[in-house]
C-alpha cells in the first residue's frame, strides 16, 4: 500500500464523518428559499478544498448561485487538470416516499443514503480526499491542480454561460475531470467520454378567460387538456421516432464501429428491467436502449398540470394546461 493509501485508509472515519455533514446542507438549487444553504455549501466546501492543501480558495458570485475555485500550482512544466463537480442538490419531493429524511444521512449496508450523496455530494469530495491524501503523503501533486465547484448544476447552470469567459486565465487548462458521475458497476470503473445537454420548454395552453362549466360548454369550447394531449401525442410516433419538425437534422448518424462498441460494453436487459420493475424497455425504433441513452436524442414530457386536481370530481372545463418539458441531445 502506498503512502497516500494509507493516509486514505485511516482517514475514513473521518471522511465519513464530513461527507455527512456535507450532506446535512439541504442545498437546492431549485427553491429561492434555499439559495442561503446553497451559499452555506460554497463555504464548506471552499473550507474544505483548503483544509485539503489547495490554495487561493474563492466563492466567485456569478449573478445566481456561486462557483467556488481553489487550485495547487506547484508542479512547473506539467499539465494543469481541472476539476469539476457541483455542491447543489435537486429539490426532495414526493418527501412522503423518503424512509428517512432526505437532508439527515442514514448509513445502512455500508451506503450513505440522504439528497446529493451520489449526485454529487459524495463523488465531489472524493477528489478533494485523493488530493489531500497525497499532499499530506507525499507533499505535492504530479500534476497542477484548479477545482470548479459550482451550485446551479442541478437547474441547468443558468450564469456559467456567462461566468466563465469573464474568468477565462483563472480556468484555463489542459484537461477536465468531471467528478459528476458514476462507475458502471460497484466492480467495473467508467470513463464517460460524452454526456446528452438539456433544453427545456414550457407549453402554457389558454382557452377561454375562466374555467367553464363542463355540462354547458363542453362540446363547444376547445378544452385545453384535450389541445395539449393532441400537441403532446403529435411531437412523437407510437414507435418512439420523435416527430418534431427538424429535431434530428444535427444528429450525428451512428456508425458501424459506434454501435459494435456500444453493444460491447456489458449490459443486462432483464436486470434494468427486473430493477426498474417494468415489462419492457421503450426506445427509438431501430435503436437499442443503450444507443438511445448514449448516442440519440429524446423528447420527454417532466410534468403536467391543470384542471381539477383534488380527490373526486368536479364538472370543469379548465380555463388553462402547462405542460413542462425537456429534449436531451
Ligand atoms: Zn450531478
Redesign the pocket.
Known amino acids: 500500500m502506498t503512502v497516500y493509501e494509507s493516509y486514505l485508509e485511516a482517514n475514513q472515519p473521518r471522511f465519513l464523518a464530513e461527507l455527512l455533514d456535507f450532506l446535512r446542507i439541504p442545498s437546492i438549487s431549485a427553491i429561492p428559499a434555499h439559495a442561503a444553504d446553497v451559499q452555506r455549501a460554497a463555504e464548506w466546501v471552499a473550507a474544505r478544498v483548503t483544509d485539503a492543501g489547495l490554495e487561493h480558495a474563492q466563492i466567485l458570485p456569478t449573478g445566481g448561485h456561486p462557483v467556488v475555485y481553489a487550485d495547487w500550482l506547484h508542479a512547473p512544466g506539467r499539465p494543469t487538470v481541472l476539476i469539476y463537480g457541483?455542491f447543489d442538490v435537486q429539490p426532495v419531493d414526493p418527501v412522503s416516499l423518503w424512509t428517512h429524511p432526505p437532508f439527515e444521512p442514514h448509513v445502512e449496508g455500508g451506503r450513505v443514503y440522504a439528497r446529493g450523496a451520489s449526485?454529487?455530494k459524495g463523488n465531489m469530495l472524493v477528489p478533494i480526499l485523493a488530493l489531500e491524501a497525497m499532499l499530506r503523503a507525499e507533499g505535492r501533486l504530479p500534476v497542477n491542480i484548479k477545482v470548479f465547484f459550482e451550485g446551479q448544476?442541478?437547474i441547468g447552470s443558468p450564469q456559467i454561460g456567462a461566468f466563465l469567459p469573464r474568468h477565462k486565465e483563472l480556468f484555463a487548462c489542459d484537461l477536465v475531470v468531471n467528478a459528476?458521475g458514476g462507475q458502471y458497476s460497484e466492480t467495473e470503473p467508467e470513463i464517460l467520454l460524452a454526456l446528452r445537454g438539456g433544453c427545456g420548454v414550457q407549453i402554457d395552453v389558454k382557452a377561454a378567460k375562466m374555467d367553464l362549466h363542463s355540462g354547458l360548454y363542453g362540446g363547444v369550447v376547445m378544452n385545453p387538456i384535450h389541445a395539449l394531449v393532441m400537441i403532446l401525442a403529435s411531437m412523437r410516433a407510437s414507435d418512439g421516432v420523435i416527430t418534431v419538425e427538424g429535431f434530428y437534422d444535427d444528429v450525428l448518424p451512428l456508425s458501424p464501429e459506434d454501435r459494435a462498441r456500444i453493444a460491447a460494453v456489458p449490459f443486462d436487459v432483464e436486470a434494468l428491467k427486473a430493477d426498474l420493475q417494468i415489462h419492457d424497455t421503450f426506445s427509438e425504433a431501430g435503436y437499442t436502449p443503450r444507443e438511445a441513452s448514449w448516442a440519440r436524442p429524446t423528447l420527454e414530457v417532466n410534468g403536467i398540470w391543470g384542471g381539477f386536481q383534488d380527490e373526486g370530481i368536479k364538472t370543469v372545463l379548465p380555463s388553462s394546461m402547462i405542460v413542462f418539458g425537456m429534449c436531451f441531445e
Do not use: K, M, W
Request: glycine share 0%; no cysteine; charged share 85%.
Open positions: 457541483h449526485d454529487d448544476e442541478e459528476d
